[in-house]
């Protein structure tokens, strides 16, 4: 005869230890992304809320100037994304190289990423004056005409763009730095042996190997790309006109306005835009990653 013992029981002790962060994330995201859901179907002030069910998104998508804040915030996006990828791969190549300085040139790159945005933003503007901005009188100075980077509308939005870069392309090179580290050397000691050049090397080993690291780099600058306001606002405030006015700004634009319904629903279709762009395309990358 078979001894039958009890069926031990597991203890719960161990659940206990995700309750307090189980109450801070509910707390401070789940109920405030439940509110925001419930608050952008109502036309409300800081003492009353009327319920208009789907008015506010039908008004936010027949303004002109909110709809150009959609598409400047997914030219944005794209834009400082696509260049924090390249520039910052290209310059995390030539600091794992054996160059002068090496250290030092890290460190350079790396420093504005822990400078205030803010600070960068009326920096650069000052610096970006059509008039009195270093950067045009430097221009002028070599004979070249320089242009209105922050006055131009066809400027404004890229002009930031490239400021962003300055400042992040630091990070997106940390990142790849750490993912060509774990690149081993005999993959590129045999490449040598076959006769292949640094050109092949590049786009044979360099390139797919450090996979991950440029998937890390694209989903967050893509994700603060959709998100930026600060830099934006302390250099244009989304102007001249409306011409470098993204979502972020909008929604600050419409609450200072007091249409705090209308500017809810901004962030709820911010939010719902994130999703969107940042779930399918890491899905796709791991995806592929799997295949490969």
């Given at each position: 005869?078979?001894?039958?013992?009890p069926?031990?029981?597991?203890?719960p002790?161990?659940?206990?230890?995700?309750?307090?962060?189980?109450?801070?994330?509910?707390?401070?995201?789940?109920?405030p992304?439940?509110s925001?859901?419930?608050?952008?179907?109502?036309?409300?002030?800081?003492?009353?809320?009327?319920?208009i069910?789907?008015?506010?998104?039908?008004?936010?998508?027949?303004e002109?100037?909110?709809?150009?804040?959609?598409?400047?915030?997914?030219?944005y996006?794209?834009?400082?994304s696509?260049?924090?990828t390249?520039?910052?791969?290209?310059?995390?190549?030539?600091?794992?190289?054996?160059?002068f300085?090496?250290g030092?040139?890290?460190?350079?790159?790396?420093?504005?990423v822990?400078?205030?945005?803010?600070?960068?933003?009326?920096?650069?503007?000052?610096?970006?004056?059509?008039?009195?901005?270093?950067?045009?009188?430097?221009?002028?100075?070599?004979?070249?005409?320089?242009?209105?980077?922050?006055?131009?509308?066809?400027?404004?939005?890229?002009?930031?763009?490239?400021v962003?870069?300055?400042?992040?392309?630091?990070?997106?090179?940390?990142?790849f730095?750490?993912?060509?580290?774990?690149?081993?050397?005999d993959?590129?000691e045999?490449a040598?042996?076959?006769?292949?050049?640094?050109?092949?090397?590049?786009?044979?080993?360099?390139?797919?190997l450090?996979?991950?690291?440029?998937?890390?780099?694209?989903?967050?600058?893509?994700?603060?790309?959709?998100?930026?306001?600060?830099?934006i606002?302390?250099?244009?405030?989304?102007?001249?006109g409306?011409?470098?006015?993204?979502?972020?700004?909008?929604?600050?634009?419409?609450?200072?306005a007091?249409?705090?319904?209308?500017s809810?629903?901004?962030?709820?279709i911010?939010?719902?835009?994130?999703?969107?762009?940042?779930?399918?395309?890491?899905l796709?990358f791991?995806?592929?990653g799997?295949?490969?």
């Amino acid at each position: 005869m078979t001894e039958t013992r009890p069926r031990s029981r597991k203890s719960p002790y161990p659940l206990w230890f995700f309750i307090p962060a189980a109450i801070i994330y509910g707390v401070l995201f789940l109920v405030p992304t439940v509110s925001s859901l419930w608050f952008s179907l109502t036309r409300w002030d800081l003492s009353t809320a009327e319920f208009i069910g789907l008015e506010n998104f039908q008004q936010f998508f027949s303004e002109p100037f909110l709809i150009k804040g959609l598409i400047n915030t997914l030219i944005y996006a794209v834009t400082t994304s696509g260049l924090k990828t390249v520039c910052g791969l290209l310059l995390a190549v030539l600091l794992t190289s054996n160059i002068f300085a090496r250290g030092f040139l890290r460190t350079l790159v790396f420093f504005p990423v822990l400078v205030s945005t803010i600070g960068i933003g009326i920096t650069f503007a000052v610096m970006m004056h059509p008039t009195k901005g270093i950067i045009n009188v430097a221009l002028e100075t070599i004979g070249i005409p320089g242009p209105g980077w922050l006055t131009n509308p066809a400027l404004a939005l890229f002009s930031v763009a490239l400021v962003d870069l300055w400042k992040g392309v630091g990070l997106a090179t940390l990142i790849f730095i750490a993912g060509l580290a774990a690149i081993s050397p005999d993959y590129y000691e045999a490449a040598r042996i076959d006769g292949a050049t640094r050109l092949q090397q590049f786009f044979r080993i360099t390139l797919p190997l450090v996979r991950p690291a440029t998937i890390t780099v694209v989903t967050l600058s893509l994700i603060g790309g959709l998100r930026s306001f600060d830099l934006i606002w302390a250099m244009t405030r989304g102007g001249p006109g409306f011409s470098s006015d993204v979502i972020a700004s909008v929604i600050y634009k419409q609450y200072q306005a007091g249409f705090y319904g209308l500017s809810t629903a901004g962030n709820v279709i911010l939010f719902a835009l994130i999703a969107v762009i940042i779930l399918p395309l890491t899905l796709w990358f791991n995806r592929r990653g799997v295949e490969e």
